[in-house]
């Protein structure tokens, strides 16, 4: 199968806002691929997902900045791209650095124009084309005309939705059921939809819920065989060597088997959370804490397997009492059952005064949702907002392209009257708003050429520098620390909620405002 109809379909499927014609198109190139190469199918799922299917092969943004002329005939093969992805990624060595920019550099001279600009977003983690799992999954469903819901449930049981593809358009239904919940095999998380309150989640859930602590830690699905066990991140990541308190942990409980939820955080002596940073440090260091690093916690909050025993289908309640019968209730997260909305609200209040981020309302009779955004788990969690002021912005890729979209966002020091860079985001954004957005930072240009952003962030297109006028309304989920600005801040997840036409940038938040946030949140 030739490289250059996925990179095509690729291109067809970004410049789609619809999600049928997007799974129609994705449909028929696995279709295509099936007949041409069965074995190609599993790795243009996984491309056009956005993975390679080697995870990293040590090629960044810095390798992508200076490209050959693309050519001008299609030869490539999926076969071929992927040998040389595999022989990049496993180069190691004297002179590697050398012999994998040779090979990068003939895998783009052998590229179309259209290939290239595939390559380099696959490559830089920037195919944002909407083909993520739940598009990509009903695209294989139609093109092995199989029920969406039972690819979707065996690509979450297997954690791998290439290998569920290339099952499905082999061996069809029988080959969907090989995969099962199996103790060693990571499954996808269920996950939340929000609630604007827990008034909101009371009524949404049918009058009464579960409410339990959200802890501001990192969720983890933990694995034991025996004396066996596996740990995994909310990305299916092996960790189970960076954490090894969390397997005494589990090798202490009275089981043989189980596949469990858990969140696993760094608490100060007083029980409160460190910042997000200390618990997400331990997950980047390899081999185990070192002499200095913070232990983290772990704390139980659901059950998808005990003994033998598959708990997926099984309602909440179910699910809770034997949870409860096999971990101590200090390694459980906090819960209330209530259908009294004050006494919600109390619970919310106390978990946010202890340091968490917010609770989660769940349903008592909702089953384990694997992989999904399930309507019978809810977060709600309070609004945190800054009036920022708009420093740059990129243009857009993909379905964006020829827009301005990705806001770089900042807030004057009072000490210096400089402007300093807090984050970026493109989240949030509306259509319309791209469209003004667009119109009006092309306004505030400050008259220079467009400056290109020399591998400092990921993106292909430029960054236009604007006049510091226009203030926006972010809302973020926490601020961190961060080298990479000289404020020492970044935001945590921004999203844009409002443009405010109605605020100079003199009225917009400071940097001190900024800090005395951060530090509120210590």
Same mark, same amino acid.
């Given at each position: 199968?030739?490289?250059?109809?996925? !990179?095509?379909? +690729?291109?067809?499927?970004?410049? +789609?806002?619809?999600?049928?014609?997007?799974?129609?198109?994705?449909?028929? =190139? =696995?279709?295509?691929?099936?007949?041409?190469?069965?074995? #190609?199918?599993?790795?243009?799922?996984?491309?056009?997902?956005?993975?390679?299917?080697?995870?990293?092969?040590?090629?960044?943004?810095?390798?992508?900045?200076?490209?050959?002329?693309?050519?001008?005939?299609?030869?490539?093969?999926?076969?071929?791209?992927?040998?040389?992805?595999?022989?990049?990624?496993?180069?190691?060595?004297?002179?590697?650095?050398?012999?994998?920019?040779? /090979?990068?550099?003939?895998?783009?001279?052998?590229?179309?124009?259209?290939?290239?600009?595939?390559?380099?977003?696959?490559?830089?983690? *920037?195919?944002?084309?909407?083909?993520?799992?739940?598009?990509?999954?009903?695209?294989?469903?139609?093109?092995?005309?199989?029920?969406?819901?039972?690819?979707?449930?065996?690509?979450? /049981?297997?954690?791998?939705?290439?290998?569920?593809?290339?099952?499905?358009?082999?061996?069809?239904?029988?080959?969907? *059921?090989?995969?099962?919940?199996?103790?060693?095999?990571?499954?996808?998380?269920?996950?939340?939809?929000?609630?604007?309150?827990?008034?909101?989640a009371l009524q949404r859930l049918g009058g009464a819920?579960?409410? *339990?602590?959200?802890?501001?830690?990192?969720?983890?699905?933990?694995?034991?065989?025996?004396?066996?066990?596996?740990?995994?991140?909310?990305s299916l990541d092996d960790v189970t060597a960076r954490?090894?308190?969390?397997?005494?942990?589990?090798?202490? /409980?009275?089981?043989?088997?189980?596949?469990?939820?858990?969140?696993?955080?760094?608490?100060?002596?007083?029980?409160?959370?460190?910042?997000?940073?200390?618990?997400?440090?331990?997950?980047?260091?390899?081999?185990?804490?070192?002499?200095?690093?913070?232990?983290?916690?772990? &704390?139980?909050?659901?059950?998808?397997?005990?003994?033998?025993?598959?708990?997926?289908?099984?309602?909440?309640?179910?699910?809770?009492?034997?949870?409860?019968?096999?971990?101590?209730?200090?390694?459980?997260?906090?819960?209330? $059952?209530?259908?009294?909305?004050?006494?919600?609200?109390?619970?919310?209040?106390?978990?946010? !005064?202890?340091?968490?981020?917010?609770?989660?309302?769940? +349903?008592?009779?909702?089953?384990?949702?694997?992989?999904?955004?399930? #309507?019978?788990?809810?977060?709600?969690?309070? $609004?945190?907002?800054?009036?920022?002021?708009?420093?740059?912005?990129?243009?857009?890729?993909?379905?964006?392209?020829?827009?301005?979209?990705?806001?770089?966002?900042?807030?004057?020091?009072?000490?210096?009257?400089?402007?300093?860079?807090?984050?970026?985001? &493109?989240?949030?954004?509306?259509?319309?708003?791209?469209?003004?957005?667009?119109q009006r930072f092309l306004e505030l240009a400050d008259?220079? #050429?467009?400056?290109?952003?020399?591998?400092?962030?990921?993106?292909?297109?430029?960054?236009?520098?604007?006049?510091?006028?226009?203030?926006?309304?972010?809302?973020?989920?926490?601020?961190?620390?961060?080298?990479?600005?000289?404020?020492?801040?970044?935001?945590? &997840? #921004?999203?844009?909620?409002?443009?405010?036409?109605?605020?100079?940038?003199?009225?917009?938040?400071?940097?001190?405002?900024?800090?005395?946030?951060?530090?509120?949140?210590?």
């Amino acid at each position: 199968m030739l490289l250059v109809d996925v !990179a095509r379909a +690729s291109a067809d499927v970004a410049a +789609s806002s619809s999600r049928l014609a997007k799974t129609a198109r994705l449909g028929e =190139l =696995l279709r295509h691929a099936a007949a041409e190469d069965a074995d #190609a199918v599993a790795v243009v799922v996984s491309w056009l997902s956005g993975e390679l299917t080697q995870r990293q092969i040590g090629v960044g943004w810095a390798a992508l900045r200076s490209l050959p002329a693309p050519a001008l005939e299609p030869r490539l093969t999926v076969d071929e791209v992927e040998a040389l992805f595999t022989e990049i990624g496993t180069t190691a060595g004297k002179g590697s650095q050398a012999r994998r920019a040779d /090979l990068l550099g003939r895998l783009f001279a052998a590229a179309t124009d259209v290939e290239q600009t595939f390559l380099r977003k696959l490559l830089g983690g *920037e195919l944002r084309q909407g083909a993520l799992v739940g598009v990509m999954a009903d695209a294989v469903a139609a093109a092995a005309g199989l029920p969406a819901a039972g690819v979707r449930r065996a690509a979450m /049981l297997g954690g791998d939705l290439p290998a569920v593809a290339a099952a499905a358009m082999t061996g069809g239904q029988e080959a969907l *059921e090989q995969f099962t919940l199996r103790v060693g095999k990571p499954v996808g998380p269920m996950l939340a939809q929000t609630a604007t309150g827990v008034g909101d989640a009371l009524q949404r859930l049918g009058g009464a819920a579960v409410f *339990e602590a959200k802890l501001d830690g990192a969720r983890v699905q933990i694995h034991r065989a025996g004396e066996s066990v596996s740990i995994f991140t909310r990305s299916l990541d092996d960790v189970t060597a960076r954490l090894p308190e969390v397997v005494d942990a589990t090798l202490a /409980l009275p089981v043989d088997a189980l596949i469990a939820d858990a969140e696993a955080i760094a608490l100060k002596p007083d029980g409160r959370p460190h910042r997000f940073q200390v618990t997400a440090s331990r997950f980047g260091r390899r081999g185990g804490a070192g002499p200095g690093d913070q232990r983290l916690s772990v &704390f139980f909050f659901d059950l998808l397997h005990v003994d033998g025993a598959d708990l997926l289908d099984r309602p909440a309640h179910e699910r809770s009492a034997a949870l409860a019968a096999i971990v101590p209730g200090h390694q459980r997260v906090d819960r209330l $059952v209530t259908s009294d909305p004050d006494e919600a609200q109390r619970f919310l209040d106390a978990t946010l !005064a202890a340091g968490h981020e917010g609770v989660m309302a769940k +349903s008592a009779d909702a089953p384990y949702e694997a992989g999904r955004r399930g #309507a019978g788990w809810l977060k709600v969690k309070p $609004v945190h907002t800054l009036d920022l002021v708009v420093l740059a912005v990129e243009w857009g890729s993909g379905r964006r392209t020829g827009k301005l979209s990705n806001i770089h966002l900042g807030a004057r020091d009072p000490a210096t009257g400089d402007w300093q860079m807090l984050g970026k985001t &493109f989240k949030g954004m509306t259509d319309e708003m791209l469209d003004w957005q667009t119109q009006r930072f092309l306004e505030l240009a400050d008259g220079a #050429a467009p400056a290109a952003t020399s591998g400092t962030s990921p993106t292909d297109g430029y960054v236009v520098r604007v006049r510091p006028e226009q203030v926006v309304e972010i809302a973020y989920d926490g601020i961190q620390t961060s080298t990479r600005y000289p404020a020492g801040m970044a935001l945590r &997840f #921004a999203r844009v909620l409002r443009y405010r036409d109605d605020k100079t940038a003199a009225e917009a938040d400071t940097v001190d405002t900024v800090r005395a946030h951060y530090d509120r949140s210590t």
